[in-house]
């Protein structure tokens, strides 16, 4: 059984910072990456940072600048540093991990992210 349990959404106002936690547990082998994606309202999920076992780190360009991702794919646990948020910020994270063993992804339940105007 696998799971990703993430912590750190909420509420905050634009210009605010949020920290966003992901550890993995269970049979998940091989990890590539791990990563938060995000999804609003109406709009699909979209990648917003990984990073590669090796500690290659990738930002959506509406983040870069603002975000910072960091983690241990050893460890199985990623961070999420979110500053300057703006409302159009505002999703539900998801942590997301990619086997390269059992080619697959792994995803939390997800954690509400609202930054007010």
């Known amino acids: 059984q696998v799971e990703l349990v993430e912590s750190g959404g909420g509420l905050v106002q634009a210009g605010g910072s949020l920290r966003l936690s992901c550890t993995a547990s269970g049979s998940i082998f091989s990890i590539h990456a791990m990563g938060w994606y995000r999804q609003a309202p109406g709009k699909q999920r979209e990648l917003v940072a990984s990073i590669t076992s090796g500690g290659s780190a990738n930002y959506a360009d509406s983040v870069k600048g603002r975000f910072t991702i960091s983690g241990d794919n050893a460890k199985r646990w990623v961070t999420l540093q979110m500053d300057s948020l703006k409302p159009e910020d505002t999703a539900v994270y998801y942590c997301?991990?990619?086997?390269?063993?059992?080619?697959?992804?792994?995803w939390g339940q997800g954690t509400q992210v609202t930054v007010s105007s």
């Open positions: 997301n991990v990619y086997s390269s063993y059992q080619e697959r992804n792994y």
